[in-house]
């Protein structure tokens, strides 16, 4: 699964960062790059199978100890 | 950079779908029981002077989308901290939609496919619209809105002979405060989230259109969500709320001379082209605002990120679906309600407030 993370990740950055760089947009780049990573940091989690934390719970929890059920 | 301008009925066409995208098969409410049509009703009338104050707020300031008149209204702080709230409101609402879609196609259609590749394909088709413009987006909607239409239309004519209409009885059987409870939920999902189309209607024409394309929109996606609830109801009776996709049930119940069955198939033809519309605007309108967060020079750049984000975060948001219909329902309302009603309230108030101060500091000056 990491694997075609990898790849995918990998022709990502090809087609979509190096036309930014080429380009010079160094602004569009760097939070394309920001974002990248972070994307790239949550499907590697997620290929080893590790549970990210959603917020629907915790809001969930919030409006219901306001307006109660 | 040329001005992407879409006209008034593909806005209108727009506005309808991005309306029945996901309530078009979620229903509108499961609280009010058979009473569900009148909170739909109940819930377009709710929605009414919200979506005349978003139309408001576009028509004051012309050619411009809710990020850019936060930072006219507010000022760079502020109005980066508004920007960062819609933001964050779109993103999720894509999300969620995302998620319907993945839910639907994994209970319906095809239970062994892993929801993550059937949510992977609708998001690289919205990216795909998305980056190439409102302009599309509108014109898509144009050219779609006539089949769903005549899909809609064709599917009702065949389901009268299973209407039972004794199913509305008895009309207000629990008294009146689930209908209003419904009604909030109706209006909260799906009338006052086209305040995320805010956003997205930077490209209309003229001053008057924003009150145009929400008022005539709004009025067709209603009465067509409230034919559709109806119908579900009198075909289903008190049970539809039991179902989680309470259309589809319905729609795969009619049976015509015993050769025209198995059509539920066209709901979830307007299902999809529903939640692409609805799940594009949402990645349009929140890659916008992080371009405008960041200055940067055009919103395409990010638009693959942040769209490959929603997905993950509409894959991790919810365990099962059980949890997405009782969120849906229960809490989304109440989560809804400041991005749909009291940060637009105070958004209108500031910015009729700062034109009214303009006008006279023109007049002073003459």
């Known amino acids: 699964m990491i694997i075609l993370v990898v790849i995918a990740y990998s022709l990502l950055f090809i087609f979509e960062f190096f036309p930014l760089y080429n380009q010079k947009q160094w602004r569009d780049l760097w939070l394309t790059m920001i974002l990248g990573l972070c994307s790239f940091t949550l499907i590697a989690l997620l290929s080893f199978g590790v549970k990210i934390p959603s917020p629907a719970m915790p809001i969930k929890n919030v409006i219901l100890s306001i307006f109660g059920k | ?366």
């Not at chain 2, 078009?24 to 929605?47: C, H, Q, R, T, Y």
């Not at chain 2, 001053?207 to 067709?220: D, F, Q, R």
Request: glycine letters at 8%; hydrophobic letters at 55%; a positive charge.
């Open chain 2, 1 to 366: 950079m040329r001005r992407e301008q879409i006209t008034d009925k593909q806005a209108i066409c727009l506005i309808i779908i991005f309306y029945i995208g996901s309530s078009f098969i979620l229903g509108v409410d499961g609280e009010s029981k058979n009473d569900a049509w009148i909170s739909g009703i109940l819930g377009m009338f709710m929605a009414a002077p919200m979506l005349f104050m978003y139309a408001r707020i576009l028509s004051l300031f012309p050619e411009k989308s809710m990020f850019d008149i936060f930072e006219l209204v507010f000022g760079k702080t502020i109005g980066k901290a508004f920007i960062l709230i819609y933001i964050w409101y779109s993103f999720h609402l894509g999300a969620l939609v995302i998620r319907n879609y993945g839910e639907f196609i994994n209970t319906v259609a095809m239970p062994e496919t892993p929801i993550f590749i059937t949510m992977l394909v609708l998001t690289v088709v919205c990216m795909l619209a998305v980056r190439s413009g409102i302009e599309v987006i509108g014109r898509i909607s144009a050219s779609v809105l006539p089949i769903l239409f005549f899909i809609i239309t064709t599917v009702i004519l065949m389901s009268i002979p299973k209407m039972n209409f004794h199913f509305i009885k008895p009309i207000l059987g629990d008294g009146i405060l689930p209908v209003v409870k419904g009604g909030f939920s109706a209006f909260s999902f799906p009338f006052a989230e086209s305040v995320v189309l805010m956003g997205g209607f930077f490209s209309l024409k003229t001053k008057k259109s924003p009150y145009k394309v929400y008022l005539i929109g709004t009025v067709i996606a209603g009465i067509l969500i409230i034919i559709i609830t109806l119908r579900s109801i009198v075909i289903l009776g008190e049970t539809f709320t039991k179902f989680y996709f309470p259309t589809y049930v319905a729609v795969s119940m009619i049976s015509l001379g015993d050769f025209i069955q198995r059509i539920e198939l066209t709901v979830s033809v307007v299902f999809v082209f529903g939640v692409f519309i609805k799940s594009s605007m949402c990645l349009l309108v929140s890659s916008k605002g992080i371009a405008k967060l960041f200055n940067l020079q055009d919103y395409r750049s990010i638009v693959i990120q942040v769209g490959i984000l929603m997905l993950y975060f509409s894959y991790t948001v919810y365990d099962s679906i059980m949890e997405m219909k009782g969120w849906a329902f229960i809490v989304y309302p109440y989560y809804a309600f400041p991005f749909q009603v009291i940060f637009p309230l105070i958004i209108f108030m500031a910015a009729e407030i700062k034109v009214r101060r303009n006008k006279k500091g023109d007049e002073n000056s003459i």
